[in-house]
């Protein structure tokens, strides 16, 4: 009798974690608009190659809150991909390292698809500087950090 109790809080406890795991990252809506992961790290990659390749080695970026062009190095990507809904547009977040001071620079890609069927990108913004965001996303919004 005890086994069997065992078994089934055993069961119980498998089920509850199982499902606590499967639901949607915020942010991603995944069917018909939901694209591969890798299809938008590759458009982003494409991107920061040729655009450093313009620029003289450097992903070049201004800064609003600075007033000032940033001189960035790519260092690697984020893990997650989001799609937000209303937008029509996916993002991901990427790192760079500056290359006048070594700060840590979270900068966030927006892509949309175009006619073709490829990824475009539409935005560009620095989220984060040495891990203090300059905002945060709120149900699928930008709201800015005071």
């Known amino acids: ?4 109790v065992l078994i089934f809080i055993l069961s119980l406890f498998i ?4 499902y606590a795991f499967a639901g949607e990252h915020p ?3 995944p069917g018909e608009e939901w694209v591969e992961k890798d299809r938008v790290k590759e458009a982003i990659k494409d991107y920061i190659e040729k655009d450093t390749a313009l620029k003289g080695g450097y992903f070049l970026l201004w800064d609003d809150k600075e007033g000032r062009t940033l001189r960035l190095k790519f260092s690697k990507f984020h893990k997650k991909v ?3 809904k209303d937008e029509g547009a996916y993002f991901m977040c990427t790192d760079f390292i500056s290359v006048d001071d070594r700060r840590l620079i979270d900068v966030d890609f927006w892509l949309k698809p175009a006619e073709d069927g490829t990824l475009r990108v ?6 984060k500087v040495n891990n203090f965001p300059r905002f945060i996303y709120e149900k699928d919004r930008i709201k800015p950090v005071e």
């Open 15 to 18: 089920l509850s974690v199982t």
């Open 1 to 4: 009798m005890k086994q069997r």
């Open 27 to 29: 942010g991603e809506h």
């Open 122 to 127: 539409t935005a560009i913004k620095i989220h």
């Open 82 to 84: 989001r799609y937000i």
